[in-house]
């Protein structure tokens, strides 16, 4: 399959957002100083030709030279990641958007089946944990496999998201202050579950999975992992 196969199963995925009556999707990709080279190693693999916007987020210290960089005016660093987040929530709020899918610089995501994968149903949807039945990583979207929130979701974090529940996990104050203070709980769904048992389980053609995430040595902030899950990712099947 070339590139302009893919675009085609993109275009395709993205007329399902037609049927929703103008909903907005952001993807954002929450970012630092630290991690600017990974953008445009993104910007030529899963958010080419994207029919959804992709933006990049990052705090006040760190440069922005490109049209699709944000910088918040929040800390730049690992402990300000729930500040940060918060920041995104308000800043899709501002711009008309109704549903945020928020992912990490080291994530590579198959957009055609992110669309497709009946995010529109949920207020806060996304894989939860490693592994089955640990807690607490088993109860929440963790460890960078990405997470969707709808408008509702995100207006109720944009003024009482609780920054003070987990030092610099923001997928943890996520989770409890939508489950504590709104009563919205997460909707399980494995295709984004992240670090897989095997590293570089990301989508293809024998598999539904949505988004690849490995950690440590695996991760995709190196271009040669990030081309290797692209170039798995071009024989896709929903």
Not at 2 to 26: C, P, T, V, W, Y
Not at 43 to 63: E, I, L, N, Y
Not at 136 to 153: E, H, Q, T, V
Request: contains cysteine; charged residues 25%; glycine residues 8%.
């Amino acid at each position: 399959m070339n590139e302009h196969d893919e675009r085609e199963i993109i275009q395709e995925a993205s007329g399902r957002l037609a049927k929703f009556e103008g909903m907005r999707l952001l993807i954002g990709v929450v970012s630092c100083a630290r991690d600017r080279e990974s953008h445009e190693l993104i910007r030529q693999t899963w958010a080419k030709d994207s029919p959804v916007a992709v933006r990049f987020f990052v705090g006040r210290d760190c440069p922005t030279t490109e049209i699709d960089e944000i910088a918040l005016d929040v800390p730049d660093d690992w402990n300000g990641l729930p500040a940060k987040v918060q920041a995104v929530c308000r800043w899709a709020l501002f711009h008309g958007y109704d549903f945020l899918f928020k992912c990490d610089t080291d994530s590579y995501v198959s957009i055609a089946r992110l669309l497709a994968s009946g995010f529109e149903r949920w207020h806060y949807m996304g894989g939860c944990g490693e592994s089955e039945n640990v807690y607490p990583d088993s109860c929440f979207p963790a460890n960078g496999g990405g997470y969707f929130l709808s408008r509702r979701a995100l207006s109720f974090l944009a003024e009482h998201m609780n920054l003070g529940l987990g030092k610099n996990c923001e997928d943890w104050c996520v989770f409890l202050s939508l489950m504590r203070g709104a009563s919205i709980f997460v909707h399980h769904d494995a295709r984004f579950r992240a670090n897989r048992p095997e590293p570089g389980q990301g989508p293809s053609a024998d598999n539904d999975f949505v988004i690849l995430h490995d950690a440590g040595e695996h991760s995709l902030r190196n271009p040669e992992r990030m081309i290797r899950a692209h170039e798995a990712a071009t024989e896709l099947v929903f």
